[in-house]
């Protein structure tokens, strides 16, 4: 493969990598972010979050269910922290981190499979 | 590595052409998915690689390499390509904004009669001026294209011939929607959530669903009508009916059918003796000679399969490919008992105390004729809640409302939802009502707090029942009131604790009960077993309404039903009717009923007549 090719590919790799959402520093964890539904379609979500000092507290984490409207779920002054969401995730749900200016950091989606028949 | 050739200035290899080909196809389907997630308002790439993210890309892929083919330009191709998805997915951000509902295969109708208004409606979501200036910028990049981009096919390329004849076949299959298509969209491949449209994009991605809902419209309606099976139909004799007496207008009764969710009379429960105290309406009519058992097509849920055969008359067994049929039949028009009512003078609503866009209501229940469709957003902001959702005294207010206001008969199809699952820790607003219900003894835990769930809510529906029949009796206007259960709940515990049903059999072949109040007396319901679709003729003999064709047939295997021996159907009523339901669904013609006996009687009496006065001119 020639030079331009190799190039080219680099590039693809660039383009996908900023639209995976890397290269930033905040941290957002969420767990699972995927989960088996045996017991069902909704579930609790463990949230972990760290924010650089360039980042405007307070910072606020929203949470939208599918095809509906983001609401506020949490706000905290604190760059790093942690909390449980209630059972109330479900497939397709996600957690935004947005800063004090309300700009969205980060958001995370979580995913689900049905219960596989050895767990149901 | 072989002969070099150009391509846009660069030097490749003739192996790198397809390579970049392909590359070019996988970054495609990348930023279609990207676009896909981003209108969903979800993480860029979540499900990506998944098997829906192929069934997703598979047409943009097409549709680039055909217009590659068509007009060998890669970088045309590909802008087109682009513009046609991000016109797409725009479309779905927007409308999930405004209408909280992804586009739909059935948004094909609003296309298909564009007009001026269209545009004018389109135009409140899209600024005009965006569209203008996209549509002028599309033109300009596809005369620079042709000016500055190289032909990607060499002149007589017999891979451009290849590549436009696999592409343009795959456009025909789509188009079609052969079979063998409904198993790459298939909804357990692309893991179909029925009741959730946008659930369904998720996983399969945009135009994943919408190919998934073309296949589906294209087969499952493809079910043939049997001549012979309708003409076995018309030969066999019922009993005879009684001419249908129709009320002068004035006196056109208000007719309400509340299709009540989950319930079921718990007494038909082997370990449970009697639930007169816990629903005591329903004892009320049966004391009243008002309840008989009817067979819905589905069990557990499903809801609106018995929802479909009660407004359409349309048996599920005719259509074994259809599951749901809201979300597969997608036709502007969908004939039903709504048609009848607006013919004979009736206002028509359905009530559903839940979200429009479950199951595709909204636009089924536009497809059928309802004059308005009551959904959650109709109901007020502090209307009672019991269980997972609304209360059913909430839907039964509505109902009121709605009759307390109308000008003229009206007709209300009132869908409660209180009474769903699942069972074992779905919430109850009177925690004391609830520790009263009755349970045997030594029944476990599991099974004690399931079925004590699940009777303390239908002991809600059955208080609504009472409430709207005493509401009707004193209105001073004629009614009909219709309560059934649309089926069983898929009890976890309690069928086994209860050591099953009296009659033996398993949970998912029992009947439901019907109720029927008012309206003309001669065929009470008490101990009649019906079929959830022939629910429509029953209503319109008890309200009074000549039936239409197929109405007359529904009535006519209603009353084979009731002959001696009756009770369940056999092949030559389900076959007969399962081919004229296709025919009815479609459009077709019916045959005519063959006289009933008292008619060929009368008939012959008169042409006896005629003959005997002829004979004396």
């Known amino acids: 493969m020639n030079r331009l090719s190799l190039l080219r590919l680099l590039a693809m790799a660039g383009v996908l990598s900023i639209m995976s959402g890397c290269g930033h520093s905040v941290s957002f964890e969420v767990s699972p972010t995927h989960f088996f539904e045996c017991h069902g379609p909704n579930t609790e979500v463990h949230v972990r979050w760290r924010v650089p000092r360039g980042v405007k507290l307070p910072i606020s984490i929203y949470v939208s269910r599918l095809g509906r409207e983001a609401t506020p779920w949490y706000s905290s002054g604190d760059r790093t922290g942690e909390q449980t969401t209630g059972k109330w995730m479900a497939d397709g749900s996600s957690l935004m981190l947005r800063d004090a200016h309300g700009k969205l950091l980060v958001r995370r989606t979580i995913t689900s499979d049905d219960c596989p028949k050895d767990k149901g | ?617």
């Open chain 2, 1 to 617: 590595m072989g002969k070099r050739l150009y391509l846009e200035g660069t030097v490749v290899t003739r192996l790198a052409k397809p390579v970049v080909l392909l590359l070019l196809c996988l970054l495609l389907s990348l930023t279609v998915w990207s676009m896909d997630r981003h209108s969903l308002s979800v993480q860029p790439m979540v499900y990506v690689f998944s098997y829906g993210f192929f069934a997703n890309a598979l047409p943009f892929v097409v549709v680039f390499l055909l217009l590659l083919a068509l007009g060998n330009r890669l970088s045309l191709a590909l802008l087109l390509t682009l513009f046609l998805t991000v016109a797409l997915y725009g479309a779905n951000y927007l409308k999930l904004k405004y209408l909280l509902q992804p586009v739909l295969f059935s948004d094909i109708f609003v296309l298909r009669e564009f007009h001026l208004s269209t545009l004018e409606l389109l135009s409140n979501y899209a600024h005009p001026v965006w569209l203008v200036s996209a549509v002028v910028l599309l033109l300009l990049v596809v005369l620079a294209t042709f000016r500055y981009d190289r032909g990607f096919f060499r002149r007589r390329s017999l891979a451009r011939w290849g590549v436009l004849v696999v592409s343009l076949l795959a456009c025909a299959c789509v188009a079609a929607g052969p079979a063998w298509l409904g198993d790459v969209y298939s909804s357990r491949r692309l893991r179909v959530v029925p009741w959730s449209p946008v659930r369904t994009v998720l996983h399969a991605g945009l135009a994943g669903a919408i190919l998934y809902s073309d296949v589906e419209y294209a087969n499952a309606l493809r079910e043939p009508a049997s001549t012979e099976a309708i003409e076995a139909f018309l030969k066999l004799k019922p009993p005879a009916a009684a001419p249908v007496a129709a009320p002068p207008a004035a006196a056109q009764p208000d007719i309400v059918i509340v299709q009540s969710e989950s319930f079921f009379d718990p007494e038909i429960l082997k370990d449970i003796d009697g639930s007169a105290t816990l629903l005591p309406n329903l004892h009320r009519a049966m004391a009243q000679g008002l309840v008989g058992a009817m067979k819905a097509p589905t069990f557990g849920g499903g809801t609106l399969r018995t929802e479909f055969e009660v407004l359409t008359g349309v048996p599920m067994h005719a259509y074994p490919k259809i599951s749901f049929p809201y979300l597969q039949i997608n036709r502007r028009r969908i004939p039903s008992l709504v048609q009848v009512m607006h013919q004979a003078g009736y206002a028509a609503y359905a009530v559903h105390p839940n979200d429009g866009n479950f199951w595709d209501r909204n636009k089924a229940f536009k497809a059928m004729g309802f004059d308005h469709f009551f959904s959650l957003r109709d109901f007020p902001a502090n209307a009672r809640h019991d269980g997972w959702y609304l209360a059913d005294s909430a839907l039964t207010d509505k109902v009121e409302d709605l009759l307390s206001k109308a000008t003229r008969p009206t007709f209300i199809m009132a869908i409660s939802i209180e009474g769903h699952g699942p069972y074992e820790h779905v919430p109850v607003a009177d925690k004391a009502a609830w520790s009263r219900i009755p349970v045997p003894a030594g029944w476990s835990p599991k099974a004690v707090r399931e079925y004590r769930n699940y009777v303390y809510h239908i002991s809600d529906a059955d208080h609504e029942l009472g409430r709207l029949w005493d509401f009707l009796q004193v209105r001073n206007r004629p009614f009909v009131l219709v309560f059934y259960g649309d089926h069983l709940p898929g009890l976890q515990y309690a069928y086994d604790a209860a050591h099953g049903f009296d009659n033996g059999r398993p949970a998912n072949t029992q009947r439901v009960p019907w109720v029927m109040v008012g309206g003309n007396d001669d065929r009470p319901p008490q101990g009649r077993k019906i079929y959830s679709w022939m629910m429509g003729s029953e209503v319109l003999d008890a309200a009074g309404i000549q039936p239409p064709p197929y109405y007359a047939m529904l009535d006519r295997a209603d009353r084979l039903l009731d002959a001696p021996g009756g009770g369940t159907l056999d092949a030559m009523v389900q076959d007969g009717i399962d081919s004229l339901a296709r025919l009815y669904l479609n459009g077709r013609p019916l045959p005519k009923l063959p006289p009933a006996p008292e008619d060929v009687q009368a008939n012959t009496a008169i042409a006896a007549h005629a003959t005997a006065k002829e004979t004396i001119r």
